[in-house]
């Protein structure tokens, strides 16, 4: 199993910006698709990104494209979630998620990830 450990959360003005890191650790991040979701109060935990194993393939909520990318350095281990033009609306808790694939496919649906991080803060005020 590879353990996930999110940081860069926090507090912002609507319109500013956060960079979300998700650091891998036991096993070679570069052996597994990754994905960001997000949970708000009250809803159920839901999808903002995902990116392949060599990052040649992503995809998006709609809510969030032009606004956020997602990346990873699978020499550093680590995944990123860049978000701009943050809106109070993307308010929630933030959370990686990789899961072991000998494929190219990014995965959009939560219950296919099999690691998870511990989540991270963010907090958008108007």
């Known amino acids: 199993q590879v353990q996930l450990v999110e940081s860069g959360g926090g507090l912002v003005q609507a319109g500013g910006s956060l960079r979300l890191s998700c650091a891998a650790s036991?096993?070679?991040?570069?052996?597994?698709?990754m994905g960001w979701f997000r949970q708000a109060p009250g809803e159920e935990r839901a999808f903002v990104a995902a990116?392949?194993?060599?990052?040649?393939?992503?995809q998006y909520v709609d809510s969030v494209k032009g606004r956020f990318t997602i990346s990873r350095d699978n020499g550093k281990n680590t995944g990123y979630l860049q978000m701009n033009s943050l809106k109070p609306e993307d308010t929630a808790v933030y959370f990686c998620?990789?899961?072991?694939?000998?494929?190219?496919?990014?995965?959009?649906?939560?219950?296919?990830?099999?690691?998870w991080g511990q989540g991270t803060q963010v907090t958008v005020s108007s």
């Open positions: 036991g096993r070679a991040l570069s052996s597994y698709v």
């Open positions: 998620a990789a899961k072991p694939t000998a494929f190219y496919n990014v995965i959009t649906t939560p219950s296919e990830y099999n690691n």
């Open positions: 990116i392949s194993r060599s990052g040649g393939n992503t």
